[in-house]
């Protein structure tokens, strides 16, 4: 009932920064929360950040906490991971995802995902 579809990865050198975007279709962006999970070669998906269908609670992985932020518009239904000082190891292909949960900090609390973006940071 949700489709996700994120874009804005890329190449970037190391120190720099990113915007990913994740556009929904369906239903009602603003009824699901959302969740950033990246997986990277060799290893486990992993949560990055997640935020609530409604209010302003957040939650990052601590290794991304002061350098990522997650946000939505709802009006655009549309969510947002903002990456900034990127480091070698954030490479990994990004997905987003949503659910009917407040907020969720595992991949199986989540019903809709995209196909993922490709993020490469460059030493």
């Known amino acids: 009932q949700v489709q996700l579809v994120e874009s804005g990865g890329g190449l970037v050198q190391a120190g720099g920064s990113l915007r990913l975007s994740c556009a929904a279709s369906g239903r009602t962006f603003s009824s699901y929360a959302m969740g950033w999970f990246r997986q990277a070669p060799g290893k486990e998906r992993e949560l990055v950040a997640a935020?609530?269908?409604?209010?302003?609670?957040?939650y990052y992985a601590d290794s991304v906490k002061g350098r990522f932020t997650i946000s939505r518009d709802n009006a655009k239904n549309t969510g947002y991971l903002q990456m900034n000082s990127l480091k070698p190891e954030d490479t990994a292909v990004y997905y987003c995802?949503?659910?009917?949960?407040?907020?969720?900090?595992?991949?199986?609390?989540?019903?809709?995902w995209g196909q993922g973006t490709q993020v490469t940071v460059s030493s």
């Open positions: 995802a949503a659910g009917r949960i407040w907020i969720g900090l595992t991949q199986y609390q989540y019903d809709y």
């Open positions: 935020i609530r269908w409604i209010g302003s609670n957040t």
